[in-house]
C-alpha cells in the first residue's frame, strides 16, 4: 500500500476510531451553524462524522501535520459528498485567528503532540468564549494489559519503547492541571470504554507492531533484513498474550479512554 494512511483507515477506523469518534461527538453535541474545528484529524473521521450530522448548517476544518493522513481524509470526504475544509497545520501553532471556532474537537491526537501546553493554549486561544473543547486521550498502560506486554516485549528486544507514549495523559489529575493551566476554566473528565474487534489476528499483530516500532531510532537504522528478525521474533513473544484475545478468528480488545470537556 502506497500509503500506509490508507490502511489505518480501512483497519483502525471501521474498528477503533470510527465508534470512538461517535462517542466523542455525542458528549461534544454539535449544533447547527456551528464551526467546527478536529484538531490532529489523521484521516478525518471526526470531521466527516461532523460534517454529515451538520450537513450544510455549520463549517468543519481538519488540521493535521501528515500530508498523507490528509490525502486519505481529501478522498474519504469526497466520496461522502462532504465539504470539509483540511489544512496542513501544526496542533502548537494553529493558523486561525481568536475565537475562529465554536467547538474544537481532538480524538488521540494530543499524546502525539510534543508541547501539550502550548496545542492546549492554542485550543483555547481559537474557541469563543461561550464555545468548548472536547478531547479524547487514552487512559494508562496499566488499564491496557495486551499494550503493556507488547510495551515490555518491544522494550526487552530493543531497549526502548514508544508505546508508552501512546498512553501517557492517562491521569485525569494532570490532565485537569495542563487544561487549566492553558487558560480554561472550567474542565470536566469522564471515563469511557469500548471494545474493539480487529479482524485477520495475523495482520492486527503486524500492524501494532510495525506502528509502535517505527519511531525507535535502533529499528530505523537497521537493514531490512534486520528489522524483519526483529519484527519475527517480537511476534513470537506476543503470540500466548495474543492467542488470549482472539475469539472467532477475531482481536477483541477492551480500550479505556478518558474524555475531557474544557470550557473558556
Known amino acids: 500500500m502506497a500509503n500506509p494512511a490508507e490502511g489505518y483507515e480501512s483497519y483502525m477506523v471501521p ?17 447547527p ?8 484529524c489523521g484521516t478525518g473521521i471526526v470531521a466527516r462524522e461532523v460534517a454529515s450530522r451538520l450537513g450544510a448548517t455549520g463549517a468543519v476544518t481538519g488540521i493535521d501535520l501528515s ?12 466520496l461522502e459528498r462532504l465539504t470539509i475544509e483540511w489544512r496542513e497545520a501544526n496542533a502548537e501553532q494553529l493558523p486561525f485567528h481568536d475565537g475562529a471556532f465554536d467547538l474544537v474537537l481532538s480524538q488521540f491526537a494530543l499524546m502525539f503532540v510534543a508541547d501539550k501546553a502550548a496545542a492546549l493554549s492554542e485550543m483555547r486561544r481559537v474557541v469563543i468564549e ?7 486521550v487514552w487512559q494508562g498502560l496499566d488499564r491496557h494489559p495486551f499494550y503493556q506486554t507488547l510495551h515490555n516485549v518491544i522494550q526487552q528486544r530493543l531497549g526502548m519503547s514508544a508505546l508508552q507514549g501512546i498512553f501517557a495523559l492517562g491521569n485525569a489529575d494532570d490532565v485537569r492541571g495542563l487544561a487549566l493551566a492553558a487558560g480554561f476554566r472550567r474542565v470536566d473528565i469522564k471515563p469511557f470504554s469500548l471494545t474493539a474487534r480487529f479482524p485477520n ?5 503486524a500492524g501494532e507492531i510495525e506502528v509502535d516500532t517505527a519511531a525507535i531510532p535502533s529499528m530505523q537504522h537497521l537493514d531490512s533484513k534486520s528489522r524483519q528478525a526483529i519484527v519475527k521474533a517480537i511476534t513470537r513473544d506476543m503470540q500466548s498474550p495474543l492467542k488470549e484475545l482472539i475469539s472467532d478468528n477475531h482481536v477483541v480488545i477492551p480500550f479505556h479512554g478518558l ?4 470550557r473558556p
Open 15 to 31: 474498528t477503533l476510531f470510527g465508534p470512538c469518534a461517535r462517542i466523542l461527538i455525542q458528549a461534544a453535541d454539535p449544533e
Open 33 to 40: 451553524g456551528e464551526r467546527v474545528l478536529d484538531v490532529g
Open 67 to 78: 500530508a498523507n493522513m490528509l490525502a486519505v481524509a481529501r478522498a474519504a470526504a469526497a
Open 130 to 136: 461561550s464555545g468548548r473543547v472536547l478531547i479524547s
Open 201 to 205: 489476528p495475523d495482520d492486527f499483530i
Open 259 to 262: 474524555m475531557i470537556t474544557a
